[in-house]
């Protein structure tokens, strides 16, 4: 598998096109819990 990076803007920054987001996994929003969220992240790392 090949990671694609972009060009953030006119920066000299540069980010890969595939992110996990996790704005809520502290729970702050919905309630989610912290293993929930362990959970899911050893989830996403198993997967590769």
């Known amino acids: 598998m090949?990671?694609?990076y972009?060009?953030?803007?006119?920066t000299d920054m540069?980010?890969?096109t595939v992110?996990?987001?996790s704005?809520?996994?502290?729970g702050?929003?919905?309630g989610r819990d912290d293993?929930?969220?362990l959970r899911a992240m050893e989830a996403m790392l198993d997967a590769g």
Do not use: E, M, P
Request: aromatic share 16%; charged share 15%; glycine share 12%.
């Open 2 to 4: 090949c990671i694609v």
């Open 6 to 10: 972009r060009q953030v803007g006119k």
């Open 14 to 16: 540069k980010v890969s």
């Open 19 to 21: 992110v996990y987001g």
């Open 23 to 26: 704005f809520a996994a502290g």
């Open 28 to 30: 702050h929003f919905d």
């Open 35 to 37: 293993a929930a969220f």
